[in-house]
């Protein structure tokens, strides 16, 4: 089974987003108050776990290698 090494970024770039969301946390109370801001808060952490926990578990998927590889992935590996 290969992924296409695409996914991971995108996968990668939406979990930097909900981690600034995180890190924001000040500026979401001033927002949405203090109770609002702990479901807020308490949602993004879950979903960043698990998106996380989902992009760990597809970086582990090898790429194909060879012509095959450049030929499908033109980001991955490249034939030596």
Do not use: Q, Y
């Not at 296409?4 to 500026?27: C, F, H, M, Q, R």
């Not at 698990?50 to 034939?79: C, D, Q, R, W, Y």
């Amino acid at each position: 089974m290969t992924i296409n090494p695409k996914w991971g970024v995108w996968i990668s770039i939406a979990a930097a987003i909900i981690s600034a969301l995180l890190l924001s946390g000040t500026e979401l109370t001033t927002l949405f108050g203090a109770d609002d801001t702990n479901k807020i808060l308490a949602a993004l952490g879950i979903f960043n776990v698990i998106i996380n926990g989902a992009n760990g578990i597809l970086h582990m998927i090898p790429s194909v290698t060879g012509p095959a590889g450049a030929a499908e992935f033109p980001l991955g590996p490249k034939p030596r």
